[in-house]
């Protein structure tokens, strides 16, 4: 019990990492369209606040989004085959990013069209971190002595 939900903290993290660096290459591609189209590229601090603030939303998306995910495709993927547990854990990543986008939008007074397409991309954002999380959370199991189905896997 113990291990199966390690694996899924590790998972979890290493997603939250995967979702911070996202954060970092969309300030690349931002600052680049700056400079590209001479607007202004947003102070000095733009890019280590933008990164902060992607890394603390990581946080706070692992206990909400990352590990509820990973579980749920665990559970609905009893053949336990890698794909059918990341198309499960995707779809679940997907919806809860779409919820979690489109109720935060709504709160900060956005039209339904912002929020429907704040949505959208909540989901697509989510889809790497949430494959890795599968990913390391399935290898973190092959590392450990044991059957999947045993007590300790």
Known sequence: MFVQAGRHVVGAVVACLAFAL?????????LVYALVTGTDTGGPLAGPFLVLLVGAVGVVLVPLLFIPASVIGEAAAKSGRLLTVWLAASAAAGALAMVY????????????ATSLLASLLGALAV???????????????KLLPGKPGDALG
């Open 101 to 112: 986008t489109f109720l935060v939008s709504l709160a900060t007074d956005a039209t339904i």
């Open 127 to 141: 889809l790497v971190p949430t494959a890795l999380c599968v990913g390391v959370s399935r290898g973190a199991l």
């Open 22 to 30: 996202q954060g970092v290459v969309a300030y690349a591609a931002l």
